[in-house]
């Protein structure tokens, strides 16, 4: 029996999308970005770099520059610039992460043997005025960088002209970058996905619960790029709220994608464990520093209850993932100004890790269905929404690491999850 071969009657979802294509979207945030740039401040172009550290290039992903015929605007999309290149503006741009502003290049008073022969052919295929180059930053790399230009005059423009255009630049930027990398993970792993699918039974109830998480986000990221498409007058507040919303459901799919990619690494046999002795009283002190900003936010007391260093030989990346899993959900689920405990018991053969709260907790008749997929408990729809499976990835890992995990719960009194794994494996 796989691990999606569930004894429920779910209608069979028949196929999923071979392919995700965001050209188009892409297109019309740009257009509605321009629309913004010309009205206010009188630019005339607009272009999206992608910073590719694997290949360690930048290339042109889109430009948008309606006075421009097609033809010329392709001609500078096709340039590729070496991240390494001396003299390369774009370069310079992504490994400083600094913004350049060139008030008027038709006038270019530096000598031409310092710019790389990239900028050159840019500059003399578009010849250029103003240029305002801004680089967007993603977990501190440079990701995308963003060009706004003018070609038939001068704009000038102040530090807080600047200052704004890079706010709305870098909300676009980190969109327009999650969305990228969606469509790649997606297709990365497409093939491993449907391989998998060759059960119907495992297919129907995969597909069914896919239908229901990606509902949400995607009729979010729908609706607000419906928006785009049709707004004419320009709010710049209400565009930084539309760009946070789409990114936020961007993240969300992108985790549910990371999260069932996982799951069947696990079960096609291909997950590996990378064995090493490390101390769990570490470990800990990490999950709980990188979850500081949750817990922090609502004013609850988190507990450490391990008094003196544990050894383990185990997976850490794994258990890790695990404790983060866990703990963030008893965050979720416990009100402001609640109360977590996370502590280790050592027995003879295993140790026991627990993260117990007083939060709302979870009936008898729920516990059941706890780890399975797409399975959540009726209080959780009443928090913000997640995977639906989170616990049922942790099931999975701690059989993979020889251990179990298991949860008593009362309503109203809150949960207490307890992870025991084996000493060594």
Not at 133 to 142: A, L, M, N, S, Y
């Amino acid at each position: 029996m796989g691990l999606f071969d569930l004894p429920e009657n779910v209608s069979f979802l028949k196929s999923i999308p071979s392919e995700i294509e965001v050209s188009e979207e892409v297109d019309h945030i740009l257009e509605f970005f321009l629309d913004y740039l010309e009205k206010i401040y009188g630019f005339e172009g607009v272009g999206i770099q992608i910073v590719d550290y694997t290949k360690k290039i930048i290339k042109f992903y889109k430009m948008f520059i309606p006075i421009y015929p097609k033809e010329k605007v392709e001609e500078v999309e096709k340039i590729e610039i070496p991240l390494d290149i001396k003299g390369g503006i774009c370069p310079f741009v992504a490994q400083n992460n600094f913004i350049v502003y060139f008030e008027d290049l038709s006038n270019l008073n530096i000598d031409l043997t310092y710019i790389s022969s990239y900028d050159l052919t840019s500059l003399k295929v578009l010849k250029h005025f103003s240029h305002l180059i801004i680089p967007v930053d993603f977990e501190k790399k440079v990701v995308v960088i963003i060009h706004i230009s003018s070609f038939t005059k001068k704009v000038l423009l102040k530090k807080d002209d600047i200052d704004k255009i890079r706010k709305i630049s870098v909300n676009i930027g980190r969109v327009l970058y999650k969305t990228l990398k969606f469509k790649e993970i997606y297709q990365e792993n497409e093939k491993l996905m449907i391989d998998i699918l060759n059960s119907k039974k495992a297919r129907d109830t995969f597909l069914a619960g896919i239908n229901h998480e990606f509902k949400t986000p995607l009729n979010a990221i729908i609706g607000f790029s419906e928006y785009l498409m049709k707004v004419k007058e320009i709010d710049r507040e209400k565009l930084a709220n539309i760009a946070n919303i789409i990114n936020k459901n961007g993240n969300m799919l992108l985790s549910i994608i990371k999260e069932i990619i996982e799951v069947y690494k696990i079960d096609s046999g291909k997950v590996s464990i990378e064995r090493i002795r490390f101390n769990l009283k570490d470990l800990v002190d990490e999950v709980i520093s990188s979850l500081y900003p949750l817990y922090s936010k609502k004013k609850q007391k988190v507990v450490k209850k391990i008094k003196k260093d544990i050894y383990i030989e185990s997976d850490r990346q794994k258990i890790s993932h695990l404790l983060f899993n866990i703990v963030s959900n008893a965050i979720k689920y416990t009100p402001d100004k609640g109360r977590i405990e996370i502590g280790i018991i050592e027995e003879k053969e295993s140790v026991k890790i627990y993260v117990k709260d007083n939060g709302m907790g979870i009936s008898e008749d729920e516990i059941d269905n706890l780890f399975l997929p797409f399975k959540r408990g009726k209080n959780s729809y009443n928090t913000e929404e997640g995977s639906g499976l989170g616990l049922f990835v942790c099931s999975q890992i701690v059989k993979v690491l020889k251990g179990k995990i298991d949860v008593q719960s009362k309503i109203g009194e809150g949960s207490n999850f307890i992870i025991e794994l084996p000493y060594s494996i």
